[in-house]
């Protein structure tokens, strides 16, 4: 049944509801964990991008278009994917840039509305701002967003003004990308009393995941700038490196030297280091625009393919069959413990600016190169580039 074809009345559902209630404790209770972690935290600017694009792919996903998020990171990137057959690639080429345009343009909502958008996002936030039939923000938000589609309003502002919800009523000092995504996924009800419980169980999933990440981020880059720092002089790039590798889930020699302001030479050569000092790992094993992540936070290898190259002695045409790409194991790393306030003080956060600089000029590339895609039906690998 369609969301907005729900003939249902416009009356919130009864507080005294226990799994409501329940499904309210535990919404505020990990609310509560991500914003005391996160509000002063100096990797907060590195979760926020993470964050914000792993939202507009989840919310991509609620709307029908999957895709995963190392693909959408080596999209970003501008790298041609391979994750399956290559005859399958030639099928799903379109369906992956379209999944991949849809959550760069579901990012643009999130990050840096236009003035149209910035129009329709006060419009939901609004609508949001005038329903307080509970006086408790959370349950005001769920009902808001609720009689916001019931009344034909559309997901993407609605998504954003959640956001600056919460930041309004002091849910989070942080404008995470909490959206309670998964509750307009195509299996939930839309009667108003389970969808309100749906919405607020998606909001603790989303707020743990955001949690974790922010731990793993900080465990592996105090990890990997310790290495790094050992022994070397101040003007060393590598720490730098470090900082734009534990922002950005992949990173090729080209976005490094373009954040630092060097050559692409020597930022392959300090990728390179770091591959080999176990900081950071190659994803891509191209002998071009090879991709890195920090070692602990790319687990996925082989996500992007290399580029195709004939083989020894193989004559021309297509073979019968090309091998799927296979994904190596996920790397086993020990456990590390959580950083506390003296550790974090004893770095310093300056090169994190220029990491989130160069990932937006990133975003924007990409998203003007999918467009461009879609306007001239291309699905190839020249296209990806």
Known sequence: MSLLSSKRPDTPPHLGDPALLAALSAASAALARL???TALHPLRPALLHRTRLDAARRQAAA???LIDPWHLAATLEGL???AMRDSEWVRDAGALQDAARLALDYHRW???PDADAEEQVLAALAAL???RPYGVPLLDAAWGAWLWLERGGTRPPLRAALVRRWGRVGVLRAPLPITGAAALGPDQSWDPALWVRSFLRAVVAEAGAALDLLVEMERRWLAARAVVAAGRRRTSRAPAAVDLLAAIPLVSATTLAAALEMSVKAACAILDELVRLEVAVEVTHRHSRRLFGLAGLAPLRQAAAPPRRPLPGRGRGRPREVPAVMEEPPE???SLPRAGPLERRAFDYGD???AMQAM????????AGLARVAGTGRADDDAAG
């Open 80 to 82: 041609p994917l391979r």
């Open 332 to 334: 086993v790393l020990p």
């Open 63 to 65: 709307d029908g278009h």
């Open 35 to 37: 914003d005391a972690a």
């Open 110 to 112: 999130l990050a840096a």
């Open 129 to 131: 701002d005038g329903q």
């Open 360 to 367: 937006d000029e990133a975003i924007r590339r990409a998203r």
């Open 352 to 354: 994190l600016e220029a």
